[in-house]
């Protein structure tokens, strides 16, 4: 039984410490890790976190969600496609002289990739103050500063791409509101020349205007007209030549008169299709509404010009930014292995995993009756 225990303490104690530590001491291939903090800012009025009136901590519920996009865009393979260009994944990582388990080996499927560039990186967002820290291991020191600052500009890429197709979708609205607007005021412009070319009256409403002013001087005259003749026929008799020429001119004022004022109740322009008289204010009121139909189109159309203006002016503006709070720095020392600290976690793992053992087969033991 003592050789057993001896046994077990070599194969999960003794071994594997000397195993780990001569990896960590001998073989272990240095890593070195830069970092950039960063926050993702909206332009113009946000919404704010409803929790906040809970918790009271600070939000945005933009701004958080539009973090975990980036977070979970930089833990996916689309980054590293994405970043391709700027740099060689696998030449980075696939080394041949970089330790065994450290480096990328050079037939990774697309699983192995992602599983491994997954443990090089690390990004942790605080939604409190709405700022993300971003890590990257890499075995060179400048490698890990090329490969973090082309994550970020890929991420700020997706920033910007974010809100573009609602930016697109409210401009080609606009557009065909401005295109419906357009028509509505050509139609309206149209049924007014229309109206006045079958009306024969570029303004009707002035032609009253001046028939009004006609009638008040006519009446004018002929209270005039009408006082010399009592005057007159104080002094005159009936049958006296003044008396009877003052009497024709008031005779012939009250006609003219009365002639005027058939022509603001009626008018001698007919409908070529009824061959019906229209009056005079049934063609003004018509005339006002076409004006009115044609005043709204010009606003209408004024309008949807202004908000393509403006749909244009934000489609072509960036809505939202990545900005950089903490730039990445070259780093100086390595990150990994972190010595002692990486024997002191070895140690307590071998003497972890040979003591549960060793409980372990204690108590199959004794339940067995083992000597």
């Not at 205007?209 to 001087?217: D, G, H, K, P």
């Not at 003004?284 to 004024?302: D, M, P, R």
């Not at 010009?305 to 020392?333: D, G, K, M």
Request: charged share 25%; proline share 3%; glycine share 2%.
């Amino acid at each position: 039984m003592k050789i057993f225990k001896s046994l077990l303490f070599w194969l999960f104690f003794i071994i594997p410490m000397a195993l780990g530590t001569t990896y960590y001491l001998k073989f272990a291939s240095e890593q070195f890790e830069a970092s950039a903090h960063f926050t993702i800012e909206k332009t113009g009025q946000t919404s704010s976190d409803p929790l906040g009136f809970l918790t009271g901590l600070p939000g945005n519920v933009s701004s958080t969600r539009d973090a975990l996009i980036i977070k979970d865009f930089i833990n996916s393979h689309e980054v590293i496609q994405r970043t391709k260009n700027e740099f060689d994944f696998k030449k980075l990582y696939a080394r041949e002289d970089k330790d065994w388990l450290s480096r990328l080996h050079s037939d990774a499927s697309k699983e192995d990739l992602l599983e491994y560039w997954q443990k090089k990186i690390s990004i942790e967002f605080d939604t409190s103050s709405g700022i993300a820290n971003l890590s990257v291991l890499a075995f060179e020191p400048e490698d890990a500063v090329i490969i973090i600052k082309s994550i970020l500009r890929s991420s700020e890429e997706l920033v910007n791409n974010l809100s573009e197709k609602s930016r697109q979708d409210s401009l080609k609205f606009a557009r065909s509101e401005l295109t419906r607007a357009e028509d509505k005021l050509k139609e309206a412009r149209l049924t007014l020349k229309q109206f006045r070319d079958k009306e024969k009256a570029l303004a009707p409403e002035k032609n009253i205007e001046s028939t009004f002013s006609l009638v008040a001087s006519l009446k004018a005259e002929l209270a005039t007209a009408e006082a010399e003749l009592n005057s007159l026929r104080k002094s005159l008799q009936e049958k006296a030549p003044k008396v009877r020429a003052a009497a024709n001119k008031v005779s012939s004022l009250k006609r003219q008169i009365n002639k005027e004022q058939a022509k603001i109740n009626r008018t001698s322009i007919k409908d070529s299709n009824s061959q019906e008289s229209k009056t005079m204010s049934a063609i003004v009121s018509k005339l006002e509404e076409l004006l009115t139909e044609q005043g709204f189109a010009e606003k209408s159309y004024a309008s949807a010009l202004l908000n393509l203006e403006n749909s244009r002016i934000s489609a072509t503006q960036q809505q939202r930014y990545l900005t950089i709070i903490v730039h990445p720095q070259l780093p100086e020392e390595a990150a990994k292995p972190l010595l002692p600290n990486d024997l002191i976690v070895l140690l307590l793992s071998c003497l972890l995993i040979w003591g549960i053992l060793s409980l372990i087969i204690a108590s199959i033991r004794d339940h067995a009756g083992w000597m």
